[in-house]
């Protein structure tokens, strides 16, 4: 609410910069079309909401980093709502090239997504490929919030069939999925993405206006194009904290408090093993909570990392490693403990670096997930007029192969629990 009167100020300027796009228009530069690069970039803006002010921060920032695009490619979607249309362009050396320009879309339609990271995939060839999602993010119900379309999400179920269906259209797999949004370091979204792609890296709290620390990232690129998916996918957890790390020494949309950032990266390849053991102590857990309610409240409580900073809080997606650590206080079940012990070294396994301010002490680990407080605010129905929004996704019809109907062993859990209260 602070930033509102700043919004609507940027947002008349955004709007006049891109009624005329800076750089020249035409299509992508014939070196593109041939020659291979180490890296592509392909950056999907979602701005069509409330995050359009913060565009041509994110668009300068991308122009101005990549001093060099002899070796890697960054191609950006931007859609944003004050103007009807979708800009493509090409970045690098301080300039932005509009390479295509196409109607009026639903960003939050997973087929925009896969015609975009097919576009620049065809056209912008590497050896490895980088796609980041920008936009507000909720977790398990999704990404990309399109105002002037349906007012809904691109939900993870959607994502992963476009990048599958990119894999199959060019017959090759996206190296790193970075979500530059909310709360999308989430079990359910790693669990569903595991055959998309081989990496995945994002937050599974609040992230700040400025996205991940992309000066930071793309000058490291820039220096070491040879740098592996996995070597750049850990190098953006440390940026990403560093750079939150100050408000002072460097470039920020707002320069509020920067003490509450947290960032992981994730390998697919180690999902399966994961949600096998998640749904092996989710199903060993079911049974007992009604006689160990308290403790498991207490697990929840203090893993829910979000109210720690007052950052998404209501979103009621606690750390998944620290409330698995939290129900060792259950006494007298050692199957329980060897679930979570096993569960554990799953995870250790499946998450490749994180990150995150001091203030997060050890409650912090890479991945949060759905545990609302009650049955009534499980789908959101019962939210306020003023978050009605919201309840248009259902956790057990969000098509999400960890939840996969009401006698899954994680629902199973969530049912147990509010019966228990």
């Keep these: 609410m602070r930033y509102r009167s700043l919004e609507g100020l940027v947002c008349i300027l955004i709007a006049a910069a891109f009624v005329i796009p800076v750089g020249?228009?035409?299509?992508?530069?014939?070196s593109k079309s041939g020659a291979e690069k180490q890296w592509t970039m392909l950056f999907y803006f979602c701005a069509d909401n409330s995050l359009e002010w913060t565009t041509e921060f994110s668009v300068h920032i991308w122009e101005t980093a990549l001093t060099s695009n002899k070796d890697v490619n960054i191609v950006a979607l931007v859609d944003i709502k004050s103007i009807d249309g979708i800009w493509i362009y090409e970045l690098g050396g301080g300039t932005r090239k509009t390479?295509?320009?196409?109607?009026?879309?639903?960003?939050?339609?997973p087929m925009v997504l896969e015609k975009f990271v097919t576009y620049g995939m065809k056209n912008y060839k590497a050896a490895k490929t980088m796609v980041m999602m920008s936009d507000h993010g909720y977790g398990w119900r999704g990404i990309c919030n399109d105002e002037t379309n349906r007012d809904t999400l691109m939900q993870i179920d959607g994502i992963a069939a476009a990048l599958n269906n990119v894999k199959a259209a060019t017959g090759k797999i996206v190296d790193i999925l970075v979500f530059d949004a909310c709360n999308m370091a989430a079990i359910e979204?790693?669990?569903?993405?595991?055959?998309?792609?081989?990496y995945v890296v994002g937050t599974e709290t609040t992230e700040p206006y400025d996205?991940?620390?992309?000066?930071?990232?793309?000058?490291?690129v820039v220096a070491n194009p040879a740098i592996p998916p996995v070597d750049l996918a850990k190098d953006m957890v440390h940026n990403y904290v560093l750079y939150y790390s100050s408000k002072w020494d460097y470039e920020h949309q707002v320069t509020y408090t920067q003490d509450f950032a947290t960032c992981s990266a994730i390998d697919m390849s180690k999902m399966d093993a994961l949600g096998a053991e998640f749904q092996n102590m989710a199903t060993v857990l079911a049974p007992i909570i009604p006689e160990h309610i308290k403790e498991v409240e207490n697990a929840r409580g203090y893993a829910l990392v979000g109210t720690w900073t007052n950052m998404a809080g209501s979103f009621w997606m606690p750390d998944v490693y620290t409330l698995a650590e939290g129900l060792r206080a259950i006494e007298g079940h050692p199957e329980l403990v060897s679930a979570i012990n096993s569960f554990e070294t799953a995870f250790d396994a499946a998450i490749l670096a994180e990150e995150h301010s001091k203030k997060y002490h050890?409650?912090?680990h890479g991945m949060n997930v759905w545990f609302p407080p009650s049955h009534s605010h499980l789908n959101s129905v019962s939210w306020s007029a003023g978050w009605s929004w919201y309840a248009q996704f259902i956790y057990v019809d969000s098509g999400l192969d960890l939840i996969e109907g009401m006698d899954s062993p994680w629902m199973q859990c969530l049912m147990a629990y509010f019966n228990a209260k």
């Design 211 to 220: 996205g991940p620390a992309y000066r930071m990232f793309i000058s490291d």
């Design 24 to 30: 020249v228009v035409g299509g992508p530069s014939a």
């Design 99 to 109: 390479v295509a320009t196409w109607p009026e879309m639903d960003t939050s339609d």
């Design 189 to 198: 979204v790693a669990y569903e993405l595991r055959d998309s792609v081989r």
């Design 362 to 364: 050890d409650t912090v």
